[in-house]
């Protein structure tokens, strides 16, 4: 699977785009705050309905504008496929297949899959649990379109359920009772199915992430990751029961997959306060090569290689170590400056101002 086509019209700062992407390296190169990361992240959008930044569907409609469209033509198994996403930034978003309008998300995932490198990445590491739940989560989705199911419906039944416990007050009536019963059910069914989904893909990917590591530090460093949560011992049903008061009492759901860190550990000591800044980025990127390599493997299907200015973080000698440990599959790479040695692009991408100029590469 490769995009041989990008179009866009009013995402972000771009009020036009028509770009032809090289099926191997694609150079997006200009100064900063030309929109480099901009077309890595409408790509991206097409593989999970959703910004790899953060941001709402608003912010990615260029001012002044009402709409953003995102238009991609891939090729896969000789066959052409042209996605179409409408963005708008009051309302719901338009989604299209090969011009036939879809209703669901689901629908438009699996046709692109993405491995986003950025130096924000750090914060697999040194961030927040969301951070790491998020990664877990987003390769999920990518591995099979169900678990995006699963994820959707984990958050739709925990905003339910917190909203009823803000309007409790701190008292546990017979009504409030009654309905966190139906609740806690629900909640148990969806977050047993995503709790056992990450455990899964955990195992399979520390032994994975470990070796990245190794080739990455030249073997100085040994990785091992796991799941902390509060409530596997017994089960979640059981653990929402004992926390139920304590629920009710602070207003919010304080056990359930939300709340479970994925544990990261350098030499057996916690990565995220005792690896060096430069140890923490090498971790990052063996974490998402790791996780690339898994959902190759598990879909038969290579993922899209987006590289948002990577290299500008790195020593020389990580630098030279990720160029050997890139996938031979497609890729866009951004740069507001020199690119290593050993990245031979197809096609160069000239950002200047809104001018955007499109030639073969060395």
Excluded at 177 to 191: K, N, R, Y
Excluded at 226 to 237: E, P, R, Y
């Amino acid at each position: 699977m490769t995009v041989a086509h990008l179009w866009l019209k009013d995402f972000r700062n771009h009020p036009e785009v028509d770009l032809k992407l090289d099926p191997g390296i694609t150079l997006i190169i200009g100064d900063n705050g030309r929109g480099k990361t901009n077309l890595i992240e409408a790509l991206n959008w097409l593989s999970r309905g959703t910004s790899f930044r953060g941001a709402s569907t608003e912010a990615m409609v260029r001012l002044g504008s009402d709409r953003a469209v995102i238009r991609s033509e891939i090729n896969t198994d000789g066959r052409e496929i042209l996605l179409e996403a409408e963005l708008l930034a009051s309302g719901r978003n338009r989604i299209q297949v090969n011009r036939q309008r879809v209703t669901r998300l689901r629908d438009l995932l699996g046709y692109i899959r993405t491995t986003v490198f950025g130096p924000e990445d750090l914060q697999l590491v040194k961030g927040s649990p969301g951070e790491r739940r998020g990664w877990i989560d987003d390769l999920l989705v990518d591995l099979h379109p169900r678990n995006y199911v699963l994820r959707r419906d984990l958050d739709r039944i925990l905003r339910q359920r917190n909203t009823l416990l803000k309007q409790a007050r701190g008292r546990l009536s017979t009504e409030v009772e009654a309905t966190l019963d139906v609740w806690d059910t629900q909640l148990s069914e969806v977050g047993e199915g995503i709790a056992n989904a990450r455990r899964e893909v955990i195992e399979t990917l520390e032994p994975l992430v470990d070796n990245l590591l190794n080739a990455l530090t030249d073997g100085k460093s040994s990785m091992s990751m796991n799941v902390l949560d509060q409530w596997s011992t017994t089960s979640l049903k059981q653990a929402l029961g004992a926390a139920r008061n304590n629920d009710v009492k602070r207003g919010v759901t304080t056990v359930g997959p939300h709340r479970d860190e994925i544990f990261l550990s350098l030499d057996g000591m916690p990565a995220r306060t005792h690896a060096s800044q430069g140890e923490q980025r090498s971790i990052a990127l063996a974490m998402r090569l790791a996780g690339h390599r898994l959902v190759a493997d598990q879909t038969g299907e290579e993922p899209i290689v987006l590289l948002d200015d990577v290299f500008s973080e790195l020593d020389v000698r990580r630098c030279a170590a990720l160029v050997g440990l890139l996938p031979s599959s497609q890729a866009l790479m951004t740069s507001a400056g020199a690119v290593p040695a050993g990245v031979e692009a197809g096609v160069i991408i000239q950002l200047d101002g809104e001018k955007i100029v499109s030639k073969g590469g060395s």
